[in-house]
């Protein structure tokens, strides 16, 4: 868990750096949007994926971005250092969050199970 958190944290990191509309004021604000992240998707995106699955299923699955948007929205209300500009650099934020955990993953993985 705490390597994921790790991974998360860096690649939080990353994005911020790159993608205008997001500031992270410190590593350690990285640190804390990846652990609230963590929760959020744990606890409340659940929730919502039940109450807007029709629209879901109408969008073929494309609403989840949306989904994890507002996750990310949630989080920069609530931690300081950590802001992004609006819903549609929330939804490129968490794509491209989900793309560099991956990758950093996959090299995890390797790593872990040779």
Not at 12 to 23: E, N, R, T
Not at 37 to 46: F, S, Y
Not at 56 to 67: K, N, Y
Not at 80 to 96: D, E, K, N, P, Y
């Amino acid at each position: 868990m705490l390597t994921r958190i790790i991974i998360s944290t860096i690649s939080i990191l990353v994005v911020g750096y790159i993608l205008p509309g997001v500031v992270i004021s410190s590593p350690w604000s990285a640190f804390i949007v990846a652990i609230v992240l963590a929760l959020l998707n744990t606890i409340v995106r659940p929730i919502l994926i039940i109450l807007t699955f029709p629209v879901t299923i109408v969008t073929l699955g494309l609403f989840l971005l949306v989904i994890n948007g507002f996750m990310v929205l949630i989080a920069s209300h609530y931690i300081h250092g950590f802001s992004v500009s609006g819903i549609f650099t929330a939804i490129i934020f968490s794509i491209l969050v989900s793309l560099i955990n991956g990758i950093l993953g996959i090299n995890r993985y390797k790593v872990e199970h040779k």
